[in-house]
Protein backbone atom coordinates (compact mmCIF):
# COMPACT_ATOMS: atom_id res chain seq x y z
CA UNK A 1 0.00 0.00 0.00
CA UNK A 2 1.65 3.73 -1.07
CA UNK A 3 1.47 6.63 1.37
CA UNK A 4 -0.43 8.25 -1.67
CA UNK A 5 -4.48 6.93 -0.62
CA UNK A 6 -6.73 8.85 1.21
CA UNK A 7 -8.80 8.20 3.78
CA UNK A 8 -11.19 8.65 1.19
CA UNK A 9 -10.00 6.19 -1.30
CA UNK A 10 -9.43 3.65 1.36
CA UNK A 11 -13.23 4.56 2.42
CA UNK A 12 -14.19 3.87 -0.97
CA UNK A 13 -12.55 0.46 -1.36
CA UNK A 14 -13.64 -0.75 1.59
CA UNK A 15 -17.55 0.21 0.53
CA UNK A 16 -16.92 -1.85 -2.96
CA UNK A 17 -15.39 -4.58 -1.30
CA UNK A 18 -18.41 -4.80 1.50
CA UNK A 19 -20.60 -4.41 -1.57
CA UNK A 20 -19.62 -7.22 -3.43
CA UNK A 21 -19.43 -9.64 -0.56
CA UNK A 22 -23.41 -8.33 0.78
CA UNK A 23 -24.25 -9.15 -3.35
CA UNK A 24 -22.41 -12.71 -2.93
CA UNK A 25 -24.13 -13.47 0.07
CA UNK A 26 -27.70 -12.62 -1.68
CA UNK A 27 -27.06 -14.71 -4.28
CA UNK A 28 -26.52 -17.75 -1.43
CA UNK A 29 -30.08 -16.42 0.59
CA UNK A 30 -31.23 -16.27 -3.40
CA UNK A 31 -30.61 -20.12 -3.66
CA UNK A 32 -31.43 -20.81 0.08
CA UNK A 33 -34.75 -19.65 -0.24
CA UNK A 34 -35.53 -21.24 -3.80
CA UNK A 35 -34.89 -24.61 -2.95
CA UNK A 36 -36.41 -24.69 0.63
CA UNK A 37 -39.72 -23.28 -0.96
CA UNK A 38 -39.80 -20.44 0.86
CA UNK A 39 -41.34 -17.83 -2.36
CA UNK A 40 -42.22 -14.86 0.04
CA UNK A 41 -38.56 -14.34 1.33
CA UNK A 42 -37.43 -15.16 -2.31
CA UNK A 43 -40.00 -12.35 -3.73
CA UNK A 44 -38.88 -9.70 -1.60
CA UNK A 45 -35.22 -10.06 -2.78
CA UNK A 46 -36.28 -8.74 -5.81
CA UNK A 47 -37.18 -4.93 -5.98
CA UNK A 48 -41.20 -4.09 -6.03
CA UNK A 49 -40.64 -3.95 -9.70
CA UNK A 50 -37.87 -6.58 -10.09
CA UNK A 51 -37.91 -9.21 -12.97
CA UNK A 52 -36.80 -12.88 -13.14
CA UNK A 53 -36.48 -13.60 -16.86
CA UNK A 54 -35.63 -17.20 -17.19
CA UNK A 55 -38.26 -20.13 -17.77
CA UNK A 56 -40.71 -17.06 -17.96
CA UNK A 57 -40.49 -13.98 -17.59
CA UNK A 58 -42.39 -12.40 -14.70
CA UNK A 59 -42.31 -9.01 -12.59
CA UNK A 60 -43.26 -7.73 -9.62
CA UNK A 61 -43.57 -9.38 -6.26
CA UNK A 62 -47.28 -10.66 -6.88
CA UNK A 63 -45.97 -12.27 -10.31
CA UNK A 64 -42.89 -13.85 -8.73
CA UNK A 65 -44.85 -15.52 -5.94
CA UNK A 66 -47.24 -17.28 -8.18
CA UNK A 67 -44.10 -18.01 -10.49
CA UNK A 68 -42.10 -19.80 -8.50
CA UNK A 69 -44.77 -20.68 -6.51
CA UNK A 70 -46.26 -22.83 -9.62
CA UNK A 71 -43.28 -24.50 -10.51
CA UNK A 72 -44.52 -27.62 -9.04
CA UNK A 73 -47.51 -28.18 -10.71
CA UNK A 74 -45.13 -27.63 -14.21
CA UNK A 75 -43.34 -30.38 -12.86
CA UNK A 76 -40.57 -28.93 -11.67
CA UNK A 77 -40.70 -30.80 -8.48
CA UNK A 78 -37.76 -30.30 -6.57
CA UNK A 79 -33.92 -28.69 -7.12
CA UNK A 80 -30.90 -27.93 -5.83
CA UNK A 81 -29.23 -24.66 -7.05
CA UNK A 82 -25.32 -24.29 -6.97
CA UNK A 83 -23.93 -20.72 -8.22
CA UNK A 84 -20.25 -20.06 -8.51
CA UNK A 85 -18.11 -18.02 -10.40
CA UNK A 86 -19.66 -14.53 -9.36
CA UNK A 87 -18.46 -11.69 -11.37
CA UNK A 88 -19.22 -8.79 -9.38
CA UNK A 89 -19.08 -5.22 -10.89
CA UNK A 90 -20.48 -2.41 -8.46
CA UNK A 91 -21.11 1.50 -9.99
CA UNK A 92 -22.43 3.15 -7.03
CA UNK A 93 -25.74 2.11 -6.23
CA UNK A 94 -26.46 -0.26 -8.81
CA UNK A 95 -24.20 -3.70 -9.58
CA UNK A 96 -24.09 -6.36 -12.36
CA UNK A 97 -23.28 -10.06 -11.34
CA UNK A 98 -22.54 -12.75 -13.76
CA UNK A 99 -22.24 -16.54 -12.33
CA UNK A 100 -22.35 -19.84 -13.65
CA UNK A 101 -25.52 -22.05 -12.36
CA UNK A 102 -25.37 -25.63 -11.87
CA UNK A 103 -28.68 -27.32 -11.00
CA UNK A 104 -29.95 -30.60 -10.80
CA UNK A 105 -33.38 -31.42 -10.13
CA UNK A 106 -36.64 -33.70 -10.71
CA UNK A 107 -38.96 -32.45 -13.57
CA UNK A 108 -42.40 -35.41 -13.38
CA UNK A 109 -40.17 -37.68 -11.23
CA UNK A 110 -37.32 -38.07 -13.41
CA UNK A 111 -34.00 -36.88 -12.65
CA UNK A 112 -32.44 -33.94 -14.35
CA UNK A 113 -29.45 -31.93 -14.85
CA UNK A 114 -29.32 -28.58 -15.73
CA UNK A 115 -26.30 -25.52 -16.32
CA UNK A 116 -26.76 -22.42 -17.37
CA UNK A 117 -25.70 -18.77 -16.61
CA UNK A 118 -27.20 -15.80 -14.67
CA UNK A 119 -26.42 -11.82 -15.86
CA UNK A 120 -28.15 -10.07 -12.98
CA UNK A 121 -28.72 -6.41 -12.25
CA UNK A 122 -28.77 -5.44 -8.76
CA UNK A 123 -29.93 -1.70 -6.97
CA UNK A 124 -29.01 -0.58 -3.30
CA UNK A 125 -32.37 0.00 -1.53
CA UNK A 126 -32.81 1.02 1.97
CA UNK A 127 -33.37 -2.80 2.99
CA UNK A 128 -29.33 -3.89 1.36
CA UNK A 129 -29.20 -4.77 -2.25
CA UNK A 130 -31.93 -6.40 -3.92
CA UNK A 131 -32.61 -7.61 -8.41
CA UNK A 132 -33.71 -5.08 -10.60
CA UNK A 133 -33.61 -8.03 -12.89
CA UNK A 134 -32.28 -11.69 -12.20
CA UNK A 135 -32.18 -13.39 -16.00
CA UNK A 136 -30.85 -16.99 -16.45
CA UNK A 137 -29.84 -18.46 -19.73
CA UNK A 138 -29.83 -22.85 -19.87
CA UNK A 139 -26.53 -23.85 -21.68
CA UNK A 140 -28.09 -27.49 -20.95
CA UNK A 141 -31.32 -29.19 -19.13
CA UNK A 142 -32.02 -32.89 -19.59
CA UNK A 143 -32.41 -36.06 -17.97
CA UNK A 144 -29.65 -37.97 -15.94
CA UNK A 145 -29.93 -41.32 -18.06
CA UNK A 146 -29.51 -39.34 -21.51
CA UNK A 147 -26.32 -37.36 -19.93
CA UNK A 148 -25.97 -33.56 -20.59
CA UNK A 149 -23.32 -33.81 -23.36
CA UNK A 150 -25.92 -33.59 -26.37
CA UNK A 151 -27.32 -29.92 -25.23
CA UNK A 152 -30.85 -31.74 -24.62
CA UNK A 153 -33.40 -29.83 -23.46
CA UNK A 154 -35.75 -32.34 -21.13
CA UNK A 155 -38.27 -29.18 -20.12
CA UNK A 156 -39.38 -27.21 -22.98
CA UNK A 157 -39.24 -23.90 -20.64
CA UNK A 158 -35.54 -24.29 -20.48
CA UNK A 159 -35.58 -24.75 -24.25
CA UNK A 160 -36.96 -21.31 -23.96
CA UNK A 161 -34.61 -19.60 -21.98
CA UNK A 162 -31.44 -21.70 -23.24
CA UNK A 163 -28.13 -19.86 -24.27
CA UNK A 164 -27.57 -18.56 -28.03
CA UNK A 165 -23.86 -17.99 -29.46
CA UNK A 166 -24.69 -14.00 -29.50
CA UNK A 167 -25.96 -13.84 -26.06
CA UNK A 168 -23.10 -15.37 -23.94
CA UNK A 169 -20.67 -13.42 -22.21
Given at each position: MTADLTTTDLEGRLRRL?????????DAVYCRHLDDGNWPALAELFTPDGVFDGLRRVA????LLAFF????DGGLTAFW??????????????????????????VDGVP?????????????????????EKRVRFTYWAPLTEGWDHHR????AAAAARTTPDEED
Open positions: EDAEAIRTLGHADGGLAHHVSNLEVEVDGDTATVRSLLWQPCVHVAAGRYRDRLVRTGAGWRYAFGLE
